[in-house]
Structure formats: structure tokens, C-alpha cells
């Protein structure tokens, strides 16, 4: 499925749809070059749950928590990982315990595709705006 986002309204309303139907558990995979607007949805996403202030990009943190969230959201990026282990290292496992994933550059974690309540989002430039293409896991199917 491939969904047009030409503007930050678009991303937004985006966020909002995805939000909703969010629980704990779920990864939402967010693949697309620097600049694509990884960030930008899951500010989106968060915006929605209800979350008020700042948003840091995790490209140095690796992993940000935002446990007052209903479900709790951590939202991570991974671009700084050498390897799938080093996610494992960080504990990824502990901060997912019943909260949903939001991961910017999934792959270097070594993805999370074949997980049923995976969310593949694929984000491309188009002109001045971009464009989702949307790949539901199985957990997925009936809430999209
Ligand atoms: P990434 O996390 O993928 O590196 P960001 O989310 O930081 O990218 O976004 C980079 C820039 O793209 C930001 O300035 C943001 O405002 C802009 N942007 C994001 N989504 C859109 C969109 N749908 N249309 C136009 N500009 C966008
Ligand atoms: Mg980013």
C-alpha cells in the first residue's frame, strides 16, 4: 500500500491513523535515507498518544522512553549500530516489555519484518513532499 504524504499535515494525519490502533507490543519499522522523515512520523505518532513537549531525535541515545504513554512507546534509532548484537547489548528486550516499538533504521538492529505485529513503513522523497509504502504484519491486518 503506498500513501502520499506531501506536506507535514499529511504526516501528521498519518501519525494519528497509526496511533490509534497502537499496542504494546507492536514495532512500527521505519526504513528511508536521512532526511526521508522517520523522525518526523514518530513525533507524529507520539504527538497523537497524547505526548506533550520534546521529541529528541535518538541518533545518540540510540533509545528514548516514553513510559507515561498508553501503550508506553520507546522510540529508538539505530543507525549507530555496528551490529544486530549491540541492540541486544542495550537491552533492547527489556525496554520493549509491553511497549511499542518505534525504530528508525530497523535493519542495523537486524529488522523486525518477520515479527506478526510489524509495521514496515518505507518512506521516499517525492518532490517536495514523500510517500509511505506501508507493509502490515499479520497482527496488523484487521486494525489497518
Ligand atoms: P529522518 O528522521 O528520516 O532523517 P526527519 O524526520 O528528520 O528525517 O525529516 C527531515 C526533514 O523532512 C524535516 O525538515 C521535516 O520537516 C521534513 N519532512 C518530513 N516529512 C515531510 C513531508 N511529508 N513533507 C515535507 N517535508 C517533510
Ligand atoms: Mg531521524
Known amino acids: ?28 519499522a521505519l526504513t528511508g535515507g536521512l532526511g526521508a522523515g522517520k523522525t518526523t512520523l514518530a513525533r507524529a505518532i507520539l504527538a497523537a498518544l497524547g505526548h506533550q513537549g520534546e521529541v529528541p531525535s535518538p541518533t545518540f541515545t540510540i533509545v528514548e522512553t516514553y513510559d507515561a504513554l498508553s501503550p508506553p512507546v520507546v522510540h529508538a534509532d539505530f543507525y549507530r549500530l555496528k551490529s544486530p548484537n549491540e541492540a541486544a547489548e542495550l537491552g533492547l528486550d527489556d525496554y520493549r516489555e509491553g511497549a511499542a516499538l518505534i525504530a528508525e533504521w530497523p535493519d542495523h538492529a537486524g529488522g523486525f519484518a518477520d515479527e506478526p505485529a ?22 496488523w491486518q484487521s486494525r489497518w
Open 1 to 28: 500500500m503506498t500513501i502520499a504524504l506531501p506536506d507535514l499535515a499529511a504526516m501528521t494525519a498519518f501519525g494519528e491513523r497509526i496511533a490509534r490502533v497502537l499496542r504494546g507490543g507492536d514495532v512500527v
Open 118 to 139: 510489524c509495521l514496515s513503513i518505507a518512506l521516499e522523497t517525492v518532490g517536495d513532499g514523500r510517500q509511505a509504502i506501508v507493509e502490515a504484519g499479520p497482527d
